[in-house]
């Protein structure tokens, strides 16, 4: 997603030819593609269950803590399997491709971060639009922001990085502890509900009331990436020092069993007890604590698998389009979804019934995935770049002069 993530393929000429004299290589830039492939799909499990609510992320935050009945729990072990870990690995995915792209900027005699503000700018403005246009949960905002601190820091010394880290990642763990301080302590709210929205821009709006709604509640759909800024710049940092480290090369294997194991035997087990039986209670624990662990649980287990296996195979070539064209099929899901689900499109989420809701939204993730993966296949055989990826590039040169 984005030249940060598709640095990789761009010459993809000249990466095929590297493949072929150097297995480990290539083997790292099919797992790269790869996780890409799976992030992207795997946001989409979570921000279906948003599409596919009559109310959009209003109603879905509102039902976090809704009562238990019908489908619930199989509701919560679907949400849960998905929550925060794909966006976890797509922000450890982001950090890769700034590392990735440094290492090429210093094989190349060019200073760092060089142009890559101007990277940052024209990933902002792709989120900004996301947000205004298709999907107020829009993530590229956010990574844009922190991508550009970032690429600062990787260019002063690993003890300040590391130092960058820790401080990231205490300030995260203590805005975690607070707000469940605050949470035990706060006196018991209301049990009334919410009156529902009236109107509803979702269920019964216009594509261009849908925009309007967006920017008049921008505090509230912003204040996520307020809140894990620092998260953000902690996983950025982990993901360049773990590729630096070698987890896509052999010589990476205690790395990637010790990652392994924190994510699967460890993390994956609090996350899903804690996220099925404590529901809504416990969301910015597993989202934001302990599911950026499973994140790294399953970056390990794809670069290990794609070091030990030969051959793509079919599922992992379809997941190698998805990541290459990652920007593309990231915004082109919300669309898709967004045409199914709210008003403006055919609006099939108010038609559903509460008792539906669960099987419903397995079949519309199934469907916008199969869209999604076609797509990408199809225009792979044509073109070399997604199509927002192209006019990203293009713009760049503009901007740039026509220099990386």
């Not at 094989?107 to 947000?131: C, H, I, M, S, T």
């Not at 194991?261 to 969301?283: K, N, R």
Request: charged residues 15%.
């Amino acid at each position: 997603m984005t030249e940060s993530l598709a640095t990789p393929h761009a010459d993809a000429g000249r990466h095929r030819a590297a493949a072929a004299q150097a297995p480990a290589g290539r083997s790292r830039l099919v797992a790269l593609d790869v996780l890409r492939g799976i992030a992207i799909l795997g946001t989409l499990g979570t921000n279906i269950w948003i599409m596919t609510n009559p109310e959009g992320l209003i109603g879905y935050v509102d039902q976090l803590n809704g009562p238990a009945s019908g489908w619930i729990w199989a509701e919560r072990v679907l949400q849960q399997l998905a929550q925060g870990k794909f966006l976890g690995l797509l922000t450890i995915m982001f950090g890769i491709g700034l590392a990735i792209q440094q290492a090429s900027a210093q094989r190349g005699g060019r200073r760092w971060p060089g142009k890559y503000p101007v990277r940052a700018g024209l990933l902002f403005l792709d989120g900004l639009l996301n947000f205004l246009f298709i999907a107020e949960f829009d993530v590229l905002m956010g990574y844009a922001i922190t991508g550009l601190v970032v690429a600062y820091v990787l260019a002063t010394s690993e003890r300040a990085q590391r130092r960058w880290l820790i401080i990231a990642a205490g300030i995260h763990v203590g805005m975690l502890t607070l707000i469940a301080l605050a949470m035990m302590f706060a006196p018991e709210q209301s049990s009334e509900p919410r009156p529902p929205l009236d109107p509803n821009p979702y269920a019964d709006g216009s594509f261009w009331d849908l925009v309007v709604f967006r920017v008049q509640q921008v505090v509230e759909f912003r204040v996520e990436t307020v809140f894990v800024f620092a998260m953000s710049i902690a996983l950025f940092l982990v993901g360049a020092r773990l590729f630096r480290a070698g987890v896509f090369r052999p010589e990476g294997a205690a790395l990637r069993k010790r990652l392994l194991i924190i994510g699967f035997g460890v993390a994956a087990p609090i996350d899903l007890i804690a996220g099925v039986a404590g529901g809504g209670d416990l969301f910015l624990f597993t989202r934001y604590g302990t599911a950026p662990f499973v994140s790294l649980g399953i970056l390990a287990l794809v670069a290990h698998f794609y070091l030990r296996r030969p051959h793509v195979g079919f599922v992992g070539r379809r997941l190698t389009e998805v990541g290459r064209t990652a920007l593309s099929c990231y915004i082109l899901q919300n669309l898709v979804a967004s045409i199914l689900c709210y008003g403006w499109g055919f609006g099939l989420a108010a038609r559903v019934s509460a008792d539906a809701r669960v099987p419903f939204t397995v079949g519309i993730y199934l469907l916008v995935s199969l869209i999604i993966v076609t797509g990408a296949h199809l225009w792979l055989r044509w073109f070399e770049r997604g199509p927002v990826e192209w006019a990203w590039h293009h713009s760049f040169l503009v901007l740039t002069g026509g220099k990386a």
